[in-house]
């Protein structure tokens, strides 16, 4: 590519970015998290730890009973 359609490729690239780009330079959309810096999640002592977290068992699980076989 010589350096006349590169320079234009890239002005078009910047300008779609910008037109598309969130603001904050961060977006999630649905049920997604979005983090714009750092993030430090730690778990001790057998605990746990996430950004997000649903259902969790700390521990040995039960024993599966009749109906799971």
């Known amino acids: 590519m010589r350096d006349p359609e590169r320079e234009e490729a890239a002005r078009t690239l910047r300008a779609l970015?910008?037109?598309h780009a969130p603001a904050g330079g961060v977006a999630a959309t649905g049920d997604g998290?979005?983090?714009g810096g750092n993030v430090?999640?730690?778990a001790d002592r057998g605990s746990a730890a996430a950004?997000?977290?649903r259902d969790v068992t700390i521990g040995t699980p039960p024993k599966p009973g009749p109906q799971q076989g």
């Open 17 to 19: 970015l910008d037109a």
């Open 33 to 35: 998290q979005a983090v």
């Open 51 to 53: 950004l997000r977290m």
């Open 40 to 42: 430090d999640i730690r």
